[in-house]
């Protein structure tokens, strides 16, 4: 019988990759199945697939967004809350209706704000993960108190957390989950550059060993003197360009020049597949994250012209970072999520 080499060289690229995953911890095996499923898609590839992170920066709070609603978890959770806890009268709109039903006739809802939310849900379109967070395991407030468990470092720093959600480590990391997940995505990409997108800036999330790209919803950002000439005066751009991009026998400047050209190529390829690309949903103006959505949206409508199959996407919401405010600010966010 006729062996299937693209199976064949999918199981080998699998088996390579698994030993870049040895950073990843608990969270090898999950990235191990992305690779094999990846590498599998890609032997016969005429699809596409996406992952966007949604950063909430700040920290959202995930009481007030997903809600004990059955009489015995609300009582419990009314209790703990006190003057912050949402009013169960307000969250019948928004009780999920899971595939299989929790235990012990436990119900949850989300925040009331989030019916739209509610409707992906219950269409099969939306997962909740439970239990997540920077903890190294399972901790007690007797367990942090005593110090008797390992504990994420530098706990309570706010730049440090963020950190440790987009990599596993503490702020001065070099590389995040997207970023690692992306180097696992073989050559199906015709162009790497555009395989990590982002629209929330310089965005460890999405570091690893290929370059990321960043934009703005209004498009890529050109070198602006190069569009519009030193000081307007035309001629002064093709001069600039050939300055900057001139090679260099320093190993650490010409590493720079290739950047810069890199970035040049890639702003005029970004936007010239942008202004071919037209959607027909319409996005929530004056919304910051939609705007970012829209454009991630208008990317992915541009990927055969782009030359990708596999992306990674960032944006990002701020205001989480709410403190005493949490009953006064966070529903307007949430409405806005």
Known sequence: MKKNNSNLLARRAFLRRAGHLGMMGAAAPWAMNLAAMSEAAAA???DYKALICIFLLGGNDYASTLVPFDAMNYSRYAAIRTNIATPQAGLTATVLNPIKPLPNGMQLALAPQMGRLK?????????????????????????FTGQSVLLPPKLFSHNDQQSLWQTSKPEGATNGWGGRMSDLIPSSNSNSSFACMSLAGNSVYLSGERNSCQITPQGSVAIASIKRGIYSFPGTAAALQSLITQPSDHILQNEFVRITKSSIGNEGQINSALSQSMLNTSFNEGNPL????????????????????????????????????????QPALLGAL
């Not at 409707?119 to 367990?143: M, R, S, Y």
């Open 290 to 329: 939609a705007a970012q959505l829209k454009t991630v949206a208008r990317l992915i409508g541009a990927r055969n012209t782009l030359g990708v199959k596999r992306q990674v996407f960032m944006v990002s919401m701020a205001g989480f970072d709410v403190h005493d405010d949490l009953v006064t600010r």
């Open 119 to 143: 409707n992906l849900f219950d269409n099969g379109k939306l997962a909740v993960q439970l239990n997540v967070g920077t903890l190294v395991q399972p901790t007690t407030p007797e367990q």
């Open 44 to 46: 016969g590839a005429d």
